[in-house]
């Protein structure tokens, strides 16, 4: 079965350092999407994109996050300068209609 | 925006028997709800969606129930088995984004 994958599963890094998270959506996918949870606490929409550009962003996507799809297979997700607060599971989610969203298994990122 | 209200945030049911998790929401422009089953180190996984020109959906033991008109939706379990022990999330969807309820922890008891 088609799945999401994400990669890392656990990134540690140190306060203002950029992270890249990455994520392979499901091949015939159009739709792609980042959410993040902070322990303890709801799922949060962070950015939609579609048709190679952001279709929908959340008051958390400032301009330290920036979302990429370099090669028509990845779909990254930039953080510049990380605070402890960004310590959260980023989730990649993909769909094929702008519907059904299938979640990967999430990239646990610590920042120290 | 969209706010998704969850209830319980925990659920502990015998093996057997039937387990029901409400959310409510506020934006009457939602037009599609999903549900969302989470086990430990895992992604949310899809179990079942429902869209807004539907009263109710089943899939086998799990079924999904809207009131459009009172904002609720419901999911319902029957016959829980053990491995339907995990976080259940309920979410609303107006636009492109997902709004997701605080997540409701089912512990089947065997």
């Known amino acids: 079965e088609p799945e999401v994958t994400q990669t890392p599963s656990h990134q540690v890094t140190q306060m203002g350092q950029e992270v890249i998270l990455r994520c392979v959506p499901i091949?015939?996918?159009?739709?792609f999407y980042w959410y993040r949870q902070i322990l303890g606490q709801k799922v949060e929409f962070l950015v939609s994109?579609?048709?190679?550009?952001?279709?929908?962003k959340s008051e958390i996507f400032d301009d330290q996050f920036s979302v990429e799809r370099p090669d028509g297979s990845n779909f990254t997700l930039k953080i510049r300068s990380t605070k402890l607060e960004d310590s959260a599971m980023y989730f990649c989610?993909?769909?094929?209609?702008?519907?059904?969203?299938?979640f990967g298994q999430g990239t646990r990122l610590t920042v120290v | 925006g969209e706010n998704v209200e969850q209830h319980p945030s925990t659920l502990s049911v015998q093996e057997g028997d039937s387990a029901v998790i409400k959310c409510t929401y506020s934006?009457?422009?939602?037009?599609?709800f999903p549900w969302y089953k989470q086990e430990l180190g895992k992604g949310p996984q899809l179990i079942i969606d429902?869209?807004?020109?539907?009263g109710e959906k089943k899939d086998q033991r799990i079924a999904v129930t809207l009131n459009k008109t009172a904002k609720h939706f419901s999911l319902h379990i029957t016959e829980t088995q053990p491995e339907d022990s995990a976080v259940y999330f309920c979410?609303?969807?107006?636009?492109?984004?997902?709004?997701f309820g605080a997540g409701t922890t089912v512990t089947v008891r065997a």
């Open positions: 994109f579609y048709n190679n550009e952001i279709s929908e």
């Open positions: 979410a609303a969807r107006p636009g492109y984004k997902l709004s």
């Open positions: 091949s015939n996918h159009l739709y």
């Open positions: 989610a993909s769909s094929e209609e702008g519907v059904s969203a299938f």
């Open positions: 429902i869209r807004s020109n539907v």
């Open positions: 934006d009457s422009a939602s037009n599609y």
